[in-house]
């Protein structure tokens, strides 16, 4: 188990969010997936987007459209630079696994971010799904190909990464409300990720 190695995330993508948001660049090869959420909610929507990062290029994309964007990332340097982006939109600094509010959203994104959580917080994360989703919202995360752990690099640093498997992400996305439209595997064309999409009921 590396589980001990997940509470180091916060604390790198606080002291590389800059270097790490210039490394991401702003190509959007997310763009089909983003499409594919779009798609389920109408236009303008309020979204969620858990682990927002600096904002570019996926949060920007999505006021691009018309939307409307609340950002939640416990990395001060992450939300700095989504202010400075987009000061119109609404920014936290916030651990989102603690996030908490009486505002519902239509959409709700955890990109590239939900697979940083221990499979435990991953499994608690789905009752914050559906407390802030309103009927027919859309929620798109990405995770691994198969239950387990996994260890990447950023910057040097060991960059922990989790999954669940795909039977236990369906069996809790059914037990809150949840139905899946699209899943796929280490998506070729979205650079080998995960995804899946569902929706509130």
Known sequence: MQAHLAKQIID?????GRSWTEHRGTYLY????LDRFLSLIPVPSKIL???CGSAKPIAAYL????????????SDVM?????????????????FRSFQSDQKFQGILAWDSFFHLTHD???????????HAVAGAALMFTSGPAHGEAIGEMFGEPLYHASLSADEYRLLL???????????AEDAECAGHTVWLARFI
């Open 12 to 16: 790198i993508y606080k002291k590389y």
């Open 30 to 33: 997310e763009k089909v997936w």
């Open 49 to 51: 987007d858990l682990g």
């Open 63 to 74: 006021i691009e459209q018309g939307h409307e964007v609340t950002g939640v990332d416990a």
């Open 79 to 95: 939300i700095e630079m989504a202010q400075q982006n987009f000061p119109e939109q609404h920014w936290i600094q916030q651990d």
């Open 121 to 131: 917080d991953q499994r608690k994360m789905f009752g914050l799904f559906s407390d």
């Open 174 to 184: 059914k037990q809150h409300g949840f139905e899946v439209i699209k899943m796929i």
